[in-house]
């Protein structure tokens, strides 16, 4: 009998990140066939993770183009991720998050009618066009999954109050909790895994380190500029540090090298590949960002997020009390950032809260319910 054929797909470096465990635990289970097809959306930093994680693609579509448009990209990704189900012929594909990979591959899957499985679903902002296009994305992508993996009973319960059958919504915990579980015992194993972060730790001995992310499109402008007056105020303090990997976007750098560059306190670098990322968030104090993945991976860590964006789709992080919104305004940063450095009390309260988003088994569970499911309805190429 030929094994349920699973064609997992990503194409930027988060998506990666969160989808890698999967790979693995559905590998593991020895029940499916399992592929991995990569668009490439994201070029460089996607391929630092599947070094790292011991991923080779089966198929590689190498879509990244420079400048490339939403419209040019998405028609890209259709038609070449259209051929290669063509060729592939999988029982189900599993797609993650809320990219335009996310999105076109759910549409060649769509008109296939191949089963999709969304892992990391039902994240919801509540604006369409905050954060703009993920919101539009993820919805669309939700309206034709069969399975939605849900990382919180929230994002569940969003999926469920849009006619989302419960049936077909497992709630697992956010699979980049298995990911950064994973790392953090492979660093701490093996140093050597991480080494651009004990410099920065010997430079900045006995000062407290800030942790700084930032890259999402509706802060670009103003918003960056926000940000870089309110880190140069805080690096006037003689007691702090701030390491920030600057995201390779010229909307990012141009803005942080022209209004931090010479800074003694600020060591502005170049992004860090996963296994140096999760040994700076270990050696941080405080970790200001607009990621997403970041504000889910720092309560493991026991590590305060204050989140330098208007709304969150992550809202668990600041009900637990382990991340705060603060947007992009100086003097809110400065001032969130200063009470958690000087108020001993606050910063444990937000250090201890309790992790939302997971315990390092969703990629299993995502696994479990693919497995039931396919015993359930056996693979068509069997049938
Ligand atoms: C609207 C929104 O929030 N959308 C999210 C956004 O993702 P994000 O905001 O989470 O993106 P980043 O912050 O870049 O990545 C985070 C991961 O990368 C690691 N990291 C980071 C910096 C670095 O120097 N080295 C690293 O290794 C880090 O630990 C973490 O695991 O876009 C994704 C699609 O692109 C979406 O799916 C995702 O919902």
Not at 209 to 229: L, W
Not at 344 to 362: C, F, I, L, V
Request: negative net charge; aromatic residues 4%.
């Amino acid at each position: 009998m030929n094994k349920t054929k699973i064609l997992v797909t990503f194409g930027t470096r988060p998506e990666a990140i969160k989808m890698f465990p999967v790979v693995d635990a559905l590998r593991k289970t020895g029940q499916f066939d399992t592929q991995v097809a990569v668009t490439a959306q994201h070029r460089e930093m996607l391929d630092q993770v599947l070094a790292i994680s011991g991923i080779t693609p089966d198929i590689d579509l190498d879509l990244m183009q420079p400048g490339q448009s939403l419209d040019a990209l998405s028609a890209r990704i259709i038609t070449h991720f259209g051929e290669a189900l063509d060729k592939t012929k999988p029982d189900r594909v599993l797609v993650h998050g809320d990219t335009l990979t996310t999105m076109m591959v759910t549409l060649a899957c769509y008109f296939r009618q191949i089963p999709v499985g969304h892992v990391e679903a039902g994240l919801r902002s509540g604006d369409i066009y905050s954060p703009w296009p993920e919101e539009g994305n993820r919805r669309v992508t939700g309206v034709i999954a069969d399975m939605h993996f849900a990382p919180t009973q929230a994002s569940a319960d969003a999926l469920i109050s849009e006619t989302v059958d419960p049936a077909n919504v497992f709630v697992t915990g956010n699979t980049v909790i298995d990911a950064l579980l994973w790392m953090k015992s492979r660093i701490t194993a093996d140093t050597s895994l991480a080494p651009a972060v004990a410099p920065l730790k010997a430079r900045f001995a006995g000062k407290r380190i800030i942790a700084v992310t930032a890259h999402r499109r509706e802060n670009f402008g103003q918003g960056m500029r926000n940000i870089a007056s309110a880190l140069a105020e805080l690096a006037n303090r003689d007691d702090v540090a701030i390491i920030y990997p600057v995201h390779p976007n010229p909307n990012v750098g141009g803005v942080m090298h022209a209004m931090l560059d010479g800074n003694a306190n600020i060591a502005l670098i170049e992004p860090l590949d996963y296994p140096n990322f999760v040994a700076m968030m270990e050696a941080s104090d405080l970790i200001l960002t607009d990621s997403g993945g970041v504000q889910e991976e720092a309560p493991s860590l026991g590590k305060p997020v204050l989140v330098m964006r208007d709304t969150t789709e992550r809202p668990e992080g600041i009900a637990a009390g382990t991340a705060k919104l603060v947007a992009t305004d100086p003097a809110r940063i400065l001032a969130e950032a200063t009470r958690l450095l000087d108020d001993p009390a606050a910063y444990e309260a937000m250090s201890r809260a309790h992790n939302p988003y997971g315990d390092g088994k969703a990629a299993m569970r995502i696994a479990e319910a693919i497995a039931e499911r396919h015993q359930a309805q056996p693979s068509r190429l069997s049938a």
